[in-house]
């Protein structure tokens, strides 16, 4: 059974998720602040947590930090804070996902069974550091030998546009914030600078998307980052 660590300081907000969590199957553990949050999570590892930023005792980005410094365990935001910088923040700390309060239930579970089921596949060889071949729609991009096909030709990408692909399809599904693509591929100094990569965004839909216009792979999400969906 799939275990899933709930962490909030609302006590409705605790029972309607392990309400609608238990009628799924799922086994649930509940923590109504961040240093029981680290402490159920030492004593068993849960499949997912879902985090509260907002804690009695320290901010949920403590808690993402505590978590990653051990652990890869998916972690899915749920928080009031709808600032683009505090989701940027969460996120760049280690959270998966950033879902804002309130919610719609089946939208939460629909983003929980996502990045549950990212962390498997990665767990099993698919899209982690190692696998040679990620497929793009029509192309076929092999990591190890840096090139890009569609249909037996090749697909020519400038450094920049391979940089940011490959951040991107190392990541599966996982949504990476523009200040921390900003700060992998042109350094620490261009963080403010998003419109250098909605430039190079659109130039990679153009070369590899199958319609550019309504792109299924390399998703933007607005005011956040950008996520690779496979």
Partial sequence: MTRILVVDDEPQILRALRINLKSRTYEVETAANGVDALASAARRLPDAVLLDLGLP???GVEVILGLRGWTTVPIVVLSGR????????ALDAGADDYVTKPFAMEELLARLRA????????????GSAGTSSVRLGGCEVDLVAHSVSREGETVRLTRTEWALLE???RHPGQLVSTSRLLADVWGNSHTGEAGYLRFHMARLRR???DDPQNPRHLMTEYGTGYRFVP
Avoid: C, S
Wanted: charged content about 30%.
């Fill in 115 to 126: 990045v549950i089921r990212r962390h498997q596949q990665v767990a099993a060889g698919l």
């Fill in 167 to 169: 951040i991107l399809l």
């Fill in 82 to 89: 709808t600032d683009p910088g505090e989701k940027i923040h």
């Fill in 207 to 209: 070369k590899l998307e």
């Fill in 57 to 59: 005792d320290m901010d």
